[in-house]
């Protein structure tokens, strides 16, 4: 399960796709924004026209392929990457060409290319940028416009020094840009297939971060790593408390003094501390972490208020009974005594499922975390060494710690309930 | 009749922060199978340490125990606490507590804790356990359809009779009943009383009954022990108890008893039961009595057999 959850967030930002835009704010930013820049669009391999010309004479294939991208957004796309997937038995010749609505039109690229899978980052791409510097020189235009201005803006606007997107409704009729791949090559079997990817500003519900991962993701498969941290941690380390206290309060003398002593040794140890320098030793995953938090959580709090509550029930005429009816010590502990305890228990776990999520994210948060899993305080974490609080990638940050104080807030109402259920003072008549 | 259980000069002595409390100090006597005995006594005159001694479940804070416990010819001291639980407690002798109300866990079902003897003990599966449950009932006059209550929802006459068939669960020959009846009204009290009569015929039981209601007592029992501060003073079969108490103790205890029609103004013994964790020195009973005499204060009283089934210790009947 743990391994699904790391390949699930691996995956979500697998750069080679480029298919999300880095640091992109949520989607629904936009209504507030009142803006309507482009959300990702993604023009998929079976969008792609594709013509096939094989020339049986010269023993070469042509292939082109033409993408219709209907563009009516006020942005130009953050980015504009192409995924190419060549299949030839030579070099073969690679063309790009992009055509505006209104007619005008560039070449991207001309190149031979290998076989094989190829991502092109147009704004980025070394030929790209040099193809696009010459026809700037051609048409006369200042040399200073990125590839993006230059792609979306007509050839008057370029030529003036002040690029002004066109988009397709400004045609009449309204018409799409359109980027051609085509493919060249010396061999009877040989085909292409493409993706185009249009990234925008603003995506998914909870963005994205540096390595284009989608926070929701993240978040969705960070849930059931911080439930389950902070359920089994509360639940064993409670539970055991518990166990001792009672055993603590029932047995007396010196057990009772050696229970209580270790006790005490356990709630001066330095808990943080001893976490870190076993992380750093060690370097753990979360699961081994884990098992660290209860080793150091195994006397507590818990402990001493049940051994309390346990010197009092010990007393009761029932369990002096169970005595006189030959009970075991063993038995009276586990069925006359923990029984009485086991509200106070249940009530104890939901508080302290919060303080154990919280103490995996703040883990993660000092770098002590598991280094594969999506947790969320990891996410924290990486936003924080990320620059997001400088830079105001406030998603990156907000989203995931919503979730952490939304779960601990969740724990604590039912807390409250269950109190309100077990605690004889507060039920209502 | 046989004698069932034979006490040797019992004593069980507390430690407190004030001093060692002497609650039993040198209890003897003899209890017939099938008979009934009753202890009577003051608040803190240690009846109900004389019950927890008989069992020998002895508190944290015991001192000194000691003595003959002969229960059917074996000496109950020389058994480990495993040997007891194995083969008395419950299945030779068992004990019915003081405020019953308490004496069930709240937490189990009327049927888990009837059967729970059956499964442990005698180890019986579940069903068989339940159906013997149900006997149970049936036996204390209770209906069936309690196994699967819980203690809260069972009236306290209930829930004594539910105690009560606990103790009888695994057929005990003697049943101790500390207060039994204590906190009920008497109507509930008459039941339970009833009850227990027709129990003793049924099962051949033999009660200890302890008690401070000598009304109640004389109810029940074939003898009666009158216990102060951690002795027996007196000690006969209740007609003669009743009839010709011989301790000066005994004496004002039944002129303190309220009688039905009867206009008399109840007499008070004076003074208030010693602290036992210093008790007088001699008799016991000397600073409150009113027939103190000067060897009293030094001369601890032994025992005299003042007729075939009666024993006082008193210096008033030593001389005699």
Redesign the interface.
């Known amino acids: 399960m743990p391994r699904f959850h790391q390949k699930m967030w691996l995956k979500s930002g697998m750069t080679r796709k480029l298919d999300k835009p880095r640091l992109a704010a949520p989607e629904w930013t936009t209504i507030f924004t009142g803006e309507n820049p482009l959300k990702t669009v993604i023009v998929k391999q079976q969008d792609f026209r594709k013509d096939v010309q094989k020339i049986a004479g010269l023993n070469a294939t042509r292939i082109e392929l033409r993408a219709r991208i209907t563009y009516n957004y006020y942005t130009i796309p953050s980015e504009l990457n192409l995924n190419l997937k060549i299949i030839s038995e030579t070099r073969s010749l690679l063309t790009l060409r992009w055509i505006r609505p209104d007619g005008s039109s560039l070449t991207l690229l001309r190149e031979a290319v290998e076989a094989g899978f190829k991502s092109i980052v147009t704004y980025r791409d070394r030929i790209v940028s040099e193809n696009v510097q010459t026809y700037l020189q051609k048409l006369g235009a200042p040399a200073t416009l990125s590839v993006g201005e230059v792609l979306f803006s007509s050839e008057s606007s370029l030529l003036k020094g002040t690029p002004t997107l066109i988009k397709s409704s400004d045609v009449k009729p309204s018409r799409p840009y359109e980027l051609v791949v085509e493919l060249v090559s010396d061999s009877m079997v040989s085909d292409v297939d493409a993706q185009l990817n249009l990234l925008g500003s603003v995506y998914g519900l909870c963005g994205t971060d540096n390595m284009r991962r989608d926070i929701f993701v993240g978040i969705v498969w960070g849930a059931p790593i911080a439930l389950a941290f902070g359920l089994v941690a509360a639940l064993v380390v409670t539970l055991v408390q518990a166990v001792f206290g009672a055993v603590s309060g029932f047995y007396?003398?010196k057990v009772d003094e050696i229970i209580q002593r270790v006790t005490d040794i356990y709630l001066v140890l330095p808990f943080l501390s001893l976490l870190i320098t076993i992380q750093f030793i060690y370097k753990t995953t979360i699961w081994t972490l884990l098992i660290a938090v209860i080793a150091l959580s195994l006397f507590g709090g818990v402990t001493k208020s049940v051994r309390s509550m346990a010197l009092q029930v010990r007393e009761?005429?029932?369990i002096?009974?169970?005595?006189?009816?030959?009970?075991?010590k063993p038995?009276i502990l586990f069925?006359?005594i923990l029984?009485?305890l086991l509200p106070y228990t249940f009530a104890n776990i939901t508080v302290s499922v919060p303080a154990y999520v919280f103490l995996e994210a703040s883990l993660s948060i000092l770098g002590l975390g598991d280094p594969a899993l999506p947790t969320w305080g990891k996410i924290v974490s990486e936003a924080f060494s990320g620059g997001a609080a400088y830079y105001g990638y406030w998603w990156w940050i907000l989203i995931p710690s919503m979730f952490i104080v939304l779960v601990s807030t969740a724990f604590a109402l039912l807390w409250y309930s269950l109190d309100k259920v077990l605690n004889p003072r507060l039920r209502e008549e | 009749m046989t004698i069932l259980l034979s006490l040797k000069d019992l004593t069980l002595y507390y430690r407190t922060r004030r001093g060692v409390v002497k609650a039993v100090d040198g209890v003897s006597f003899d209890i017939k199978e099938g008979s009934c005995l009753s202890l009577v006594g003051e608040s803190g005159c240690g009846k109900s340490s004389m019950a927890y001694a008989i069992m020998r479940l002895l508190p944290r804070n015991t001192h000194t125990y000691r003595g003959v416990l002969l229960f059917d010819g074996r000496n109950l001291m020389d058994l480990s606490e495993s040997d007891l639980r194995r083969e008395f407690w419950l299945k030779r002798m068992a004990m019915v507590f003081q405020g019953a109300m308490n004496s069930l866990n709240p937490v189990l079902t009327i049927g888990e804790q009837l059967s729970e003897a059956f499964t442990i003990h005698a180890g019986l599966d579940k069903l068989e356990a339940q159906k013997r449950a149900a006997e149970l009932l049936e036996l204390v006059r209770l209906p069936r359809s309690l196994l699967n209550k819980y203690p809260h929802e069972l009236s306290g006459g209930m829930k004594q009779r539910v105690v009560i068939a606990i103790a009888l669960s695994l057929r005990p020959q003697l049943l101790i009943l500390d207060e039994p009846t204590s906190a009920l009204d008497v109507i509930t009290q008459a039941n339970i009383i009833n009850l227990l009569k027709k129990l003793q015929e049924e099962l051949n039981l033999t009660y200890i009954f302890i008690t401070h209601d000598l009304s109640l007592s004389s109810e029940l029992s074939d003898y009666i022990a009158v216990m102060y501060a951690g002795k027996v003073v007196e000690l006969g079969d209740i007609r003669s108890i009743l009839t010709d108490p011989k301790h000066p103790y005994t004496q004002k205890l039944l002129a303190a008893t309220p009688r039905l029609l009867e206009d008399a103004k109840l007499e008070f013994i004076p003074g208030s039961p010693p602290d036992l964790a210093s008790p007088p020195p001699g008799c016991r009973f000397h600073p409150r009595c009113p027939y103190v005499m000067d060897v009293c204060k030094n001369k601890v009283p032994n025992p005299v057999k003042v007729s075939s089934n009666h024993y006082v210790s008193c210096l008033l009947w030593e001389r005699a």
Do not use: M, V
């Open positions: 007396g003398s009761e005429p029932y002096e009974a169970a005595k006189s009816y030959g009970a075991s038995r069925l006359y029984p009485r």
